[in-house]
């Protein structure tokens, strides 16, 4: 009985590190990814994407025509929570905000000068896995 109870335990404690390591793989790869797009003259040109564009992820979309190497399991949680631009809970593990906040992305008046990406960790829940974008 208590053996078992320790060896569940165990076991759920290395379950929890293990997609708490995914999740800073997802978010390192996406900022790197993000990154690389802000660098290219021809496809963000010095800007990020807003939100809508990062997970506009239909064969013609944004995320196939600028982020060539990207995998759209990255922005895909353990809990197939899709990334989002709400507080990084257990429920919806990923962050996406841009700076300024009301950016339209890549075009438009008001383009996106930074991002903050957020996981959350299962392991300490109250500290958030936190990238910034180089340029904010």
Same mark, same amino acid.
């Given at each position: 009985?208590?053996?078992?109870?320790?060896?569940?335990?165990?076991?759920?404690?290395?379950?929890?590190?293990?997609?708490?390591?995914?999740?800073?793989?997802?978010?390192? +790869?996406?900022?790197?990814?993000?990154?690389?797009?802000?660098?290219?003259?021809?496809?963000?040109?010095?800007?990020?994407?807003?939100?809508?564009?990062?997970?506009?992820?239909?064969?013609?979309?944004?995320?196939?025509? +600028?982020?060539?190497?990207?995998?759209?399991?990255?922005?895909?949680?353990?809990?197939?929570?899709?990334?989002?631009? =709400?507080?990084?809970?257990?429920?919806?593990?990923?962050?996406?905000?841009?700076?300024?906040?009301?950016?339209?992305?890549? =075009? =438009?008046?008001?383009?996106?000068?930074?991002?903050?990406?957020?996981?959350?960790?299962?392991?300490?829940?109250?500290?958030?896995?936190?990238?910034?974008?180089?340029?904010?």
């Amino acid at each position: 009985g208590i053996l078992a109870v320790l060896i569940l335990s165990s076991l759920q404690t290395v379950q929890s590190k293990s997609r708490d390591a995914t999740r800073r793989t997802d978010i390192d +790869n996406t900022a790197t990814a993000l990154e690389t797009c802000y660098n290219d003259k021809n496809k963000c040109s010095g800007t990020y994407p807003s939100v809508i564009q990062l997970t506009d992820t239909s064969p013609t979309g944004f995320v196939a025509t +600028n982020l060539p190497s990207f995998n759209n399991d990255w922005l895909v949680d353990s809990s197939a929570g899709v990334i989002q631009g =709400g507080n990084a809970t257990a429920a919806t593990q990923y962050q996406y905000i841009t700076t300024p906040q009301s950016c339209t992305g890549t =075009g =438009g008046d008001t383009p996106c000068t930074g991002f903050t990406l957020r996981a959350y960790q299962e392991t300490n829940p109250d500290h958030p896995y936190v990238k910034e974008s180089f340029n904010k």
